[in-house]
């Protein structure tokens, strides 16, 4: 019998009768898309883990066997209505904070997480004060 061994892990050896010997490449297929699969001639089928980092801190990077990697968009939203919520790429989620000054002399100007801006009636000690704004 012929050997058609081509020591080679990455192949199928036969020996076809018209052909002579056949070294058809093997499949190195796990069947996970978090895997990128590769054959070493000496060691055989093998597999590197995919990295799933898209480098935008505005997303969480996953990965599922099935369907691959995930980028999904992240919640910024700290549940605070003193804040103006966004993301940046480069850092992240940010939370600036809400100014409420109205400029009114007869108001104090405060911020309820739950409500937002609140600007509250003062007594003002001269009436024509409250006339002028500034």
């Known amino acids: ?21 056949v070294n058809d490449n093997i499949v190195c297929d796990d069947g996970d898309e978090c895997t990128d699969d590769f054959c070493d001639k000496i060691e055989g089928c093998y597999t590197d883990k995919v990295c799933c980092n898209d480098y935008d801190e505005c997303t969480d990077d996953s990965c599922d066997s099935t369907d691959g990697c995930h980028y999904d968009t992240k919640d910024c939203d700290d549940y605070s209505k003193c804040t103006i919520d966004d993301c940046d790429s480069d850092i992240g989620c940010t939370h600036t904070t809400l100014i409420c ?3 009114n002399r007869c108001t104090t100007d405060k911020c309820d997480p739950e409500v937002g801006c609140i600007h509250d009636l003062v007594v003002c000690p001269d009436i024509d004060e409250c006339k002028s704004e500034y």
């Open 101 to 103: 000054a109205d400029y």
């Open 1 to 21: 019998e012929i050997n058609c061994d081509d020591f080679s892990e990455c192949t199928k050896d036969s020996c076809d009768s018209k052909k002579g010997c």
